[in-house]
């Protein structure tokens, strides 16, 4: 049997099982897990993440290991839902959940591959409380667990190790380099508290303060009316930071799965770039205008698309925005995609942009250095803007925040300087200077590099043989001109931000998970009929 490890058992490393135990030939497949409870990820478990944090994605868009979860949801008691404040009666695919409950489903449909697995005549283990502290390259790979002093030795690793984040720092306990390093566990006192981002992230930062010092009040629908300020929280003020001040909008109603673009398709972005990187974002900005041209030709002429660039489209996207108070705009906003997810109404331009984020990013290693920097100062952030949008539940509660005077929103600016002292945060604006007895950065995940890479011996290998940005294939195998090429699969998502800055979320852990499955079964198959051939012989 070929031995295959998956390093991570969150959304990444389940797909990846789900396709692995397609393989018409038996495979031992261990799968490590660093926390004590396996098929949960990082986003979904109950230990950091509040039972208040809500998913972005719904049941219509999450490819099913096993079962979807509605059908996972279903077969649920009514009380286990309704602890997570779920009524079974309402449950429908497109409805956004606790982030905790999908850990729930995680942990379940791995179990369920499993058997399907072992029944298939493969052996899979799972090792929890299992770090992986490093791999060596070879024949065979060698993983150095936390657990035992002799390394273990695989024919293929996948690296489905997901989120990485700062360790809070104990001299700064008013600092919290992400939500994710002690904030959910730690009283916070009733003072101001800043949170650096305001999207997915900074809502979660915002929640998880908030919920210390009130509750919200829902209707009998479960949606939010109001917050109920503890009257000894009074002095509770959270700011909410970012450069522009603006939030993000309400997840908008759109056709799932979605439809394929008429202009901007795989082949006419393939051609884009083989015409070579000189002028590849002009060429792809106009397959752009195109499409969104054809789709609503309304909006473009409202927006003037025919006269804009790359670089101009940024400010005429968020213009209107712009002009209004944030929290207005969140109502306003709001009123809208209610009403266009009541009707199935579609707002073309928004769903144009939706598609194209996913046809674009194919070009992002192909740009020149000049091309790649305007492409992040501008069209990626009009696209994360549009792909990140929120719960709508998230809107109404931070309308509430703000209708009881706990939250505001602070524009700082693209020039700000940032001191993180040990007792209080000092934010330096062109307009003044801010101070937090609380500071959260919650700018969400960053991109690494492979000289971050916690495994060292493979770390050095590939930084000496390729540099920080060593080549992956399709299969996402390292291509190293080393004894690791092509059985090494770097599937963890902070690493390949550099390349694909749009990876993130459980659709795409779906499309890695096939890929890298797809490419060890190719190898495996390939192997195994050499050896027989070998035999004839
Ligand atoms: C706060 C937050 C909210 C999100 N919400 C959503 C959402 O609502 N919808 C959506 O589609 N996407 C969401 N995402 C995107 C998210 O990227 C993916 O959904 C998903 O969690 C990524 O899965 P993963 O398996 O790659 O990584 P993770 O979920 O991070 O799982 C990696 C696993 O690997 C384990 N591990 C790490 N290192 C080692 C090691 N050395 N040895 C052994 N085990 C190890 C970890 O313990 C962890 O269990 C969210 C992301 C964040 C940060």
Redesign the pocket.
């Given at each position: 049997m070929q031995r295959i490890a998956i390093?991570?058992?969150?959304?990444?490393?389940?797909y990846t099982l789900a396709g692995l135990i397609k393989c018409r030939r038996p495979l031992a497949i261990t799968l490590?897990?660093?926390?004590a409870q396996a098929g949960?990820?990082?986003?979904?478990?109950d230990k950091v993440?509040h039972p208040i944090?809500?998913?972005?994605?719904a049941s219509i868009e999450i490819p099913a290991p096993d079962s979807t979860y509605l059908q996972w949801l279903k077969a649920q008691g009514a009380e286990f839902l309704e602890r997570h404040g779920v009524c079974k009666d309402d449950l429908h695919d497109r409805q956004f959940l606790p982030?905790v409950l999908?850990g729930h489903y995680f942990a379940a449909q791995l179990h369920a591959i499993v058997s399907q697995g072992i029944a298939a005549g493969h052996d899979i283990q799972i090792k929890v409380n299992?770090?992986?502290?490093d791999i060596t390259a070879g024949q065979p790979l060698r993983l150095w667990l936390s657990t035992s002093s002799e390394p273990k030795a695989y024919d293929y690793v996948a690296i489905?190790?997901?989120?990485e984040w700062p360790k809070a720092r104990e001299k700064k306990p008013c600092y919290f380099p992400s939500?994710?390093s002690g904030l959910i566990h730690t009283p916070i006192p009733a003072t101001d508290v800043g949170i650096m981002g305001t999207s997915?992230?900074g809502i979660?930062a915002a929640m998880a303060v908030a919920i210390q010092h009130g509750r919200f009040v829902e209707s009998n629908e479960g949606k939010t009316l109001a917050f109920e300020l503890k009257e000894s929280s009074r002095n509770l003020r959270i700011s909410m930071l970012s450069r522009s001040g603006l939030l993000p909008e309400a997840d908008f109603y759109c056709p799932i799965p979605h439809e394929p673009l008429a202009v901007a398709t795989p082949e006419a972005i393939q051609e884009a770039i083989d015409q070579g990187p000189e002028g590849l974002l002009n060429r792809v900005f106009s397959l752009m205008v195109r499409e969104l041209t054809f789709n609503d030709p309304a909006w473009s002429s409202h927006i003037n698309l025919h006269t804009l660039t790359p670089d101009s489209f940024t400010d005429a996207y968020y213009e209107s925005r712009k002009k209004h108070n944030p929290f207005y705009w969140a109502s306003h906003n709001l009123e809208e995609v209610e009403r266009n997810k009541k009707n199935r109404h579609t707002i073309a331009w928004r769903y144009t942009l939706l598609r194209l984020h996913e046809a674009i990013e194919p070009i992002v290693p192909h740009l020149n250095h000049s091309d790649l920097t305007r492409f992040n100062q501008s069209l990626k952030r009009v696209f994360i803007d549009n792909y990140a949008a929120v719960p709508s539940e998230s809107i109404r509660r931070l309308l509430a925040l703000r209708q009881a005077g706990v939250i505001e929103l602070k524009a700082l600016g693209h020039n700000y300087e940032l001191t993180i002292k040990e007792t209080k945060t000092y934010i330096s604006t062109e307009s003044g200077t801010l101070n937090f007895d609380i500071f959260i950065d919650a700018r969400?995940?960053r991109s690494r590099r492979i000289d971050d890479l916690?495994f060292p011996s493979l770390k050095h290998l590939l930084v000496a043989c390729e540099g920080l940005q060593p080549p992956i294939d399709t299969d996402y195998t390292l291509q190293a001109k080393s004894d690791g090429a092509h059985r090494i699969a770097l599937?963890?998502?902070p690493y390949l931000m550099p390349i694909k800055p749009f990876v993130?979320?459980?659709?795409v852990?779906a499309e890695i998970g096939d890929a890298v499955s797809k490419g060890f079964i190719r190898s495996v198959e390939c192997y195994e009929q050499a050896l027989s051939a070998e035999h004839e012989v």
């Open positions: 390093i991570g058992t969150g959304p990444t490393g389940i490590y897990e660093s926390r949960v990820g990082m986003p979904f478990d993440n944090m809500l998913a972005n994605i982030r999908l299992t770090t992986v502290n489905a190790t997901g989120h939500p994710w997915l992230s979660d969400g995940q916690p599937a963890a998502l993130q979320g459980i659709t852990c």
